[in-house]
């Protein structure tokens, strides 16, 4: 008899996709549409995301362009923007929304860092609660012979290895692009 780890490899891929979308947010010293995934407009009375109220798109390697659907939406995309957590500033012409990407300062960066790093011990801590969760139904599992059972946590123990090792790659790929001038 083995034991099914098929929940448990959904599971821990779940947090590495989890980190991913995290990681997608922090913002690097490149235009990238996904910082914005977080932003919601006030349209017609509803919190609406950005990306369903406008279209994104990076004309240039440090610039957001962002073109409204509904011109008269221009107004509430650059108040979320401004009331955003994103420290950039907006500039309107009447018909678009260009936003500049100002380079990051040296600080800046080790800081992102950080939180890059916060995400990944948070996503591993999920894929270990995985580990523990099955461990703990393997040993709850009376019917389950000796040897069958330490195949089992084997098992877990080298599918929890390797979701931590491609956690740690993922933030170091991402920790990478941060401090890349």
Request: proline share 4%; net charge negative; glycine share 2%.
């Amino acid at each position: 008899m083995t034991f099914d780890l098929t929940n448990a490899k959904e599971r821990m891929k779940g947090a590495q996709e989890a980190l991913q979308r995290e990681l997608a947010n922090i913002r690097t010293g490149r235009a990238n549409p996904n910082i914005l995934n977080r932003v919601e407009v006030e349209y017609y009375g509803a919190m609406t995301p950005l990306n369903q109220v406008a279209s994104i798109s990076v004309p240039e390697a440090r610039i957001l362009l962002i073109t409204p659907f509904d011109k008269s939406a221009l107004e509430a995309i650059v108040h979320a923007i401004n009331v955003s957590d994103l420290g950039l500033n907006p500039a309107s012409d009447g018909n678009i929304v260009r936003l500049a990407i100002p380079q990051m300062t040296e600080e800046r960066r080790k800081e992102l860092a950080k939180e890059v790093k916060a995400e990944a011990e948070k996503a591993k801590v999920s894929v270990r609660n995985v580990r523990r969760d099955i461990m703990d139904d393997i040993k709850k599992d009376k019917d389950m012979p000796e040897d069958d059972a330490r195949k089992a946590e084997d098992q877990t123990q080298k599918l929890t290895d390797e979701n931590i090792k491609a956690i740690d790659e993922i933030a170091a790929e991402k920790e990478k692009e941060l401090l890349t001038i």
